[in-house]
């Protein structure tokens, strides 16, 4: 194996990337050029997430880094929504998600402006997969058979909060939204 001279490359820094930069090296224990290394490694295996034709990273980014989702499995799903199906108190959780997707509605109006975007949104919690049929009308493709019933009506509870009008409609492992 040959060895190669390093190849010298010279960066300008603001202040602020400088301080990042020194920061970052010394809690990694590591050189500049160590750090550097690892920072384009990095950059050129995650670059596909990066692009804004990948919506999903930028939406796991607002929703995971607030700390108010959760990734949770979807057979514990199931688990909880049959175990909701259940019980005595289910009425209950219905009229209580509602009130979640208004306060989420409030708190979405300033990210969310068109109802592409809220199923955009919700398709990152894979609940669904989304297809876009046409501008106005979308099918949803369930990622279980038990979570039917909740995803119909978090989409219309989302979607009614929201302002938007649309109709959902039920098929055997899929719904269809059309905008109205």
Known sequence: MVT???IRVTVALDDSTSQLFDKLRKEAGISGSELARRALRFYHENKDLLKDKNKRFDLYMDMLSGGEHAILDIDHLVLLLDLIDSSPK???FWRECKVVAKAHAEQLSSKVHTPEELLERLAA?????????????FTLVLSSDAARKFVKRLVED?????????????H?????????
């Open 158 to 170: 989302f979607l009614d909060s929201m302002g938007f009008d649309a109709e959902v409609k039920e």
């Open 125 to 137: 919690c894979n609940f669904f997969r989304l297809i876009k049929d046409s501008e106005k009308k």
């Open 172 to 180: 055997l492992a899929k719904l269809t939204v059309k905008i109205t």
């Open 90 to 92: 289910e009425e209950k």
């Open 4 to 6: 190669k001279n390093p």
